[in-house]
């Protein structure tokens, strides 16, 4: 394995947890079961529903990589203000 690109490495682990699906029915069915329950709870044809899909899908995916034993954890990045304006009074 060539650890020239610095994405080889993430690359690996995602070979052998894709190997790990292919051969462990249990997790990929509890997985694809999650999946499902998603897809059915959201409407993607909702432009703004496909963030939440996908945010919630790469929760999904961390949670099956800790599962089939590949330490994992969701690095993205924390609100660190608010992203919502103060409501005006509708009647002043």
């Known amino acids: ?10 690359r690996h682990v995602f070979v052998l947890f894709r190997d790990l699906l292919i051969t462990d029915n249990e997790l990929r069915g509890e997985l694809e079961n999650a999946i499902d329950m ?3 709870s959201y409407n993607a044809a909702i432009y703004e529903n ?3 899909i996908g945010g919630a899908l790469e929760h999904l995916v961390v949670a099956a990589m800790n599962g089939g034993g590949f330490p994992a954890r ?3 990045v924390e609100i ?3 992203m919502f304006l103060p409501i005006a009074p509708l009647m002043e």
């Open 38 to 40: 998603l897809r059915s």
């Open 80 to 82: 660190q203000e608010s």
């Open 50 to 52: 496909r963030f939440i």
């Open 1 to 10: 394995m060539c650890m020239d690109n610095p994405f080889s490495a993430a």
């Open 74 to 76: 969701h690095i993205g």
